[in-house]
């Protein structure tokens, strides 16, 4: 089940990590390079639906720790949030907003 909630957020996200717009071939989906997240820490929110997850790179993951990403996103610049904003404007506008809040 996990593998094919990868490959489905794989897809939504056209084959990139939202966060840092690493392309992710089918390779690494696997590799254990990329793993599925949580939008919003689910030890805050117990948010455990596909809405509230997407890929991420892990070392982007692990780096953000238990912090909301766009926040972390925001403190690394305004160049970095404004890629991303733009980065995940192929996703569904629900997710969209949740990214961004």
């Known amino acids: 089940p996990k593998d094919k909630q990868k490959f ?3 897809l939504e996200a056209r084959r990139r990590c939202p966060y840092t717009g690493k392309a992710i071939g089918v390779a690494d989906l ?3 390079a990329f793993e599925i997240e949580h939008i919003f820490p ?3 929110s117990s948010d455990d639906s596909m809405a509230n ?3 991420c790179c892990q070392q982007f993951n692990k780096d953000a720790g238990n912090k909301v990403k766009a ?3 925001k403190s ?3 160049d970095k949030w404004l890629a991303f904003t733009e980065r995940i404007k192929c996703l ?3 997710k969209q907003q949740r990214l961004m809040a």
């Open 8 to 10: 489905h957020l794989w």
């Open 30 to 32: 696997f590799s254990g």
């Open 42 to 44: 689910y030890s805050q």
């Open 53 to 55: 997850k997407t890929l």
């Open 71 to 73: 926040e972390y996103i």
């Open 76 to 78: 690394l610049g305004p």
């Open 92 to 94: 569904p506008p629900g």
